[in-house]
């Protein structure tokens, strides 16, 4: 969102005194004043050839007090915590370092925008009580994931059905996967929205992610196809986990609501893909959170997934396999011809779901999660059938240097940011052709206009935030042989919570014909956040043309 839009939308919540409106800027309107959602003219329609960046802007929250706000909330006396800060941003954040879970719900915005990055138009996702809505958790950096359809009509993302300015609800049960032992007691349905270039949206509602969120969805709506795949985690509880969080882990498959809200009653999850690191010899993990998925495309009518963070499975890239013979030791490439799944899969009380249908791509990492330190893979998009770009976010190590006046961990970083991944036909593997870094300043801190200076008190770490690497990313492929891939940033910083740090939109256009590292190349800001607003998500507008882009 453009510094100037973007501004009346800060106004229009409260963020900016009435002292600083000037000429133009948006009046607060009734439906705030009553606890509703900004009300904004819709940009329509959406015009092909753009891309559509997902965020989120925070609005203060005068009930959460110091000293007295109980966390979680509705938690058994005994369990609870004591809320550390009031509810301004950002230090309302810092109440992440007694409450785990700690999050509250927020107003989603898309903003179009030129591929050069010129303000285009918003769309603001409707929020406000009495009809169909959808927040996001402001400090939730995995969310808000954008995806094209299959046929490139429509954009779908995942989020909440909940009002703004609730808390924990990113790691609340859904209202039909209760885990009893999470600590979030709360139970809200996850959503997800699909866009087409009318600014119109339909919500469907699902109790996948309960104990967790949803990250990324794609709609299939080619050859007479109508079901939405996502990737998200679940589980927020003991082990073992109960049966409706397990099902509702990781790879699912939705069938796309035409109905309001109020009037769909979403049964069990349904699951389609699920990945066991037994398939490679090693012990179980704790059942379902070798599903704990984040990025999502579709490439040659197939899936692929990306892990990068928890304890358990291997961060790594992955793709769901439907013809049972693309990797009988959990590493393979993908058969011919296969086709996308339909079918979901089987729940055992001892191992999970079944059957393991989900193959590590070969030449991608396999070593376990709790022993790997430098694989948090993101984002993903195909240029090519040879040439994969995969994102990898950093490792979210705040270690700072008074020294170097650097994050010292993210600066060290060599893979972090977006690696180039080749398809080596001789040895049918995969191979980490290099990683652009250059431009991304990893760990150098950057300010932020109106953000606090100095320490945070919280965490005696500079609040200034600095890139860690890179989370969601598109791209497309041109003329010239080149690919433009955009991303959006991760960060590091003294915050109580990174994922609450105005981060950025970045772009890097690299030779899709070379397997060294290209001296020239560096990446641009294309947007910077400003206070109290995140970037999450980017992809292209409806009807874009993208033959011969790889997706």
Known sequence: M???????????????PAAAAVAG???????????????????????????????????????????STQLPPGCATGTCATAIAGGAYPYVFNNDTVDASFGITSNIFLEEMS???????D??????????????????????????????????????????????VSNSNTPS?????????????????????????????????????????????????????????????????????????GAQILQPSLAPEADQNPGQPTPVGSFSVTQLGDSADKVGKDDNFRGLTIHDNVLYYTKGSGSNGVDT????????????????LPEPGASLPTATLAYDATTGLEPNNMCILKGFPTILAKKSTSSFPFGIWFANADTLYVADEGDGSNT??????????????????????????????????????????????????????????????????????????????????????????????????QGADPNKLVAITDRLDVSALPAAESFHTVRSAVNASVLRGVTFTPHTNLAGSGN
Not at 142 to 167: H, M, Q, R, W
Request: proline content about 6%; glycine content about 14%; hydrophobic content about 35%.
């Open 2 to 16: 453009s510094k100037s839009r973007l501004r009346k939308y800060r106004y229009a919540l409260g963020l900016i």
């Open 25 to 67: 800027l948006m009046a607060p309107t009734a439906a705030l004043a009553s606890g509703g959602s900004p009300s904004f003219e819709n940009h329509v329609p959406l015009l092909p050839g753009n891309l559509l960046v997902s965020g989120s802007v925070y609005q203060n929250d005068p009930s959460i007090v110091a000293g």
């Open 115 to 121: 591929p050069s990055g010129n303000e285009l138009g």
């Open 123 to 168: 769309v603001q996702v409707p929020s406000g009580p009495g009809g169909d809505q959808m927040v996001t958790s402001f400090s939730s950096k995995s969310e808000l994931a954008l995806n094209l359809s299959t046929s490139g009509k429509y954009v779908t993302f995942v989020g909440y059905s909940a009002p703004v300015g609730s808390l924990d």
């Open 177 to 249: 996967a209760i885990d009893p032992t999470n600590p979030v007691t709360g139970a809200y349905y996850r959503v997800v929205a699909q866009l087409g270039e009318n600014g119109k949206f339909h919500f469907t509602e699902t109790n996948a992610y309960s104990g967790n969120n949803g990250r990324a969805a794609i709609l299939n709506d080619q050859n007479g196809a109508d079901a939405i795949y996502s990737a998200g985690n679940a589980g927020n509880g003991a082990n073992p986990q109960p049966e409706g969080v397990v099902l509702g882990a």
């Open 317 to 332: 890239v992955y793709f769901l396999d439907t013809t049972g013979k693309a990797c009988p030791t959990g590493v393979g």
């Open 400 to 497: 700072y240097s008074t020294m170097s006046g650097q994050y010292s961990a993210a600066a060290a970083s060599t893979t972090a940011g977006l690696q180039k991944w080749t398809f080596n036909a001789a040895t049918s593997s995969w191979e980490l052709a290099y990683t652009l870094q250059s431009g991304l300043g990893l760990g150098l801190p950057y300010s932020v206009a109106d953000y606090p200076t100095g320490d945070n008190a919280a965490t005696g770490l500079p609040w200034a935030p600095a890139t860690d690497g890179l989370r969601n990313i598109t791209g497309r492929t041109n003329p010239d042989g080149t690919a433009t891939i955009w991303g959006i940033t991760s960060t590091v910083s003294g915050s109580g919570d």
